[in-house]
Each structure stands twice: as C-alpha cells, then as structure tokens.
Nanobody
C-alpha cells in the first residue's frame, strides 16, 4: 500500500556531508510516522532517527546526535536526513521506514511494516 524510495547516498570522505531523501507514494503521507535505519555488513539493522507525522517530535540514536538532522515536508511527501561530520563507522545501507502507528516510529524493526529498498552510504578515511 505504501511505497518508499530513497535517494542521495554515495561515497564521501570523513568529515563530509550527505543529504538523503525518501519519497512516499499515495495520499496518506501525513498519517505516517517515519524514520531512518541503517545496516552495515554482518551487523543488525539499527535505528538512526525517527520523526512523527507532524514533524514536532524526533528521536536520534546517541551515535548521531549533533551530526544528523531528520525532517519532513508533508506537502512534498518527502522525508530527509541531513548528515554532517560523517565518520567511517557511518558506512552502511540506509533504509527509509514508515508505519501508521501513532506517535514516533518504533525502534524494533519487526514492528515496522513499510521499508524502502535502501541506499548505500560509504565514508572513507
């Protein structure tokens, strides 16, 4: 029912910046709690940041606080992740995620029904 498409990944040097985008299909974007997860090879998928349907509440993993900013533009059906001061440990496939649950998106991946295909972010040192 909900289609999510990520873009904006790429290869950058440590200390650089990237901006990821997630476009959602349909006319129900305003009802979606959304967020970003990432997964490195051999590791479990982990939450990066989440944002509620209004954009008024956000959550950040400790590892990205002060460096990443999550936002959404409901008029454009798009969510963003601005990443600054990138580190090699940020290297991973980044996934857009969404749910119709109220409030913030849960951090447990099993509770999230909608996922994008992922976009690769590689940070060199």
């Amino acid at each position: 029912q909900v289609q999510l498409v990520e873009s904006g990944g790429g290869l950058v040097q440590a200390g650089g910046s990237l901006r990821l985008s997630c476009a959602a299909s349909g006319r129900t974007f305003r009802s979606l709690a959304m967020g970003w997860f990432r997964q490195a090879p051999g590791k479990e998928r982990e939450v990066v940041a989440t944002i509620d349907w209004s954009g008024g509440r956000t959550y950040y993993a400790d590892s990205v606080k002060g460096r990443f900013t999550i936002s959404r533009d409901n008029a454009k059906n798009t969510m963003y992740l601005q990443m600054q001061s990138l580190k090699p440990e940020d290297t991973a496939v980044y996934y857009c995620a969404a749910s119709r649950s109220p409030g913030l998106l849960p951090v447990q991946t099993a509770l999230i029904p909608y996922w994008g295909q992922g976009t690769q972010v590689t940070v060199s040192s």
